[in-house]
């Protein structure tokens, strides 16, 4: 589902954000990336959403080569990619509902559509009682898993996360990660992004590990042919 291969950016000044990055994740599988401040992990999620482009290298993701992505062609690829970010991003004047339901609107779903998928996904994060409450009567897990639901409502092959547990306890993490759990068992592949190092001890994913820009470590993944 997401394949690297040499892939490197640099910037108009020069600056080498990733250098001769190589791996891949297949359908269903789940990794931590990880790696100082600094290091590439949001460089390297923005290219797999086709923010910015690659300078080197080819990178796949849905079967599509990004580096010959018509323009017009990006909207639809990141539809197929949910996006999880650590301060949720909601909107404070709208519902929960409406907020998981923006994804679909801007692709222009009907509205009875819009309603079934909403539900959906909020039942897939134990939120469809949390429907018609707006977001700042919910606690912090409680945003995070509306924002996931609305990663996740238009039904994405991938989940990217940019630290999505980082102002939350250990059980709210927790809870979090579960739910992610949940979408990797039906298929789902999932990048998490995080420096949290506690975090990633307690679950047994692979873990790619970052440093100024290159691939150091790539615990758990595929033995080098």
Request: hydrophobic share 40%.
């Amino acid at each position: 589902m997401i394949q690297f291969d040499r892939v490197s950016k640099r910037y108009t000044d020069s600056q080498e954000a990733l250098a001769n990055i190589s791996f891949s994740l297949g359908k269903g599988e789940m990794a931590f990336l990880t790696g100082h401040s600094g290091a590439g992990k949001s460089t390297l999620l923005k290219l797999i959403l086709a923010m910015e482009p690659c300078s080197g290298g080819q990178l796949i993701v849905n079967g599509l080569d990004l580096n010959k992505l018509p323009r017009r062609q990006i909207p639809q690829h990141r539809r197929r990619i949910g996006a999880v970010f650590q301060d949720h991003q909601l909107l404070s004047d709208r519902t929960v509902g409406a907020n998981v339901a923006l994804p679909l609107e801007v692709s222009g779903f009907p509205e009875h559509e819009i309603q079934r998928r909403v539900r959906a996904a909020l039942a897939k994060v134990g939120l469809l009682n949390k429907e018609r409450l707006m977001p700042g009567k919910l606690s912090g897990g409680e945003q995070q898993r509306v924002g996931i639901a609305r990663a996740v409502v238009n039904r994405p092959s991938v989940i990217l996360a940019d630290e999505p547990t980082g102002n939350l306890d250990p059980e709210l993490s927790a809870e979090i990660m579960a739910v992610f759990q949940q979408f990797r068992d039906v298929g789902v592949t999932l990048l998490v992004a995080t420096h949290d190092l506690a975090l990633i001890g307690r679950h047994q994913c692979r873990v790619l590990t970052l440093e100024s820009g290159r691939l150091v470590n790539d615990q758990g993944g595929p033995e080098p042919a």
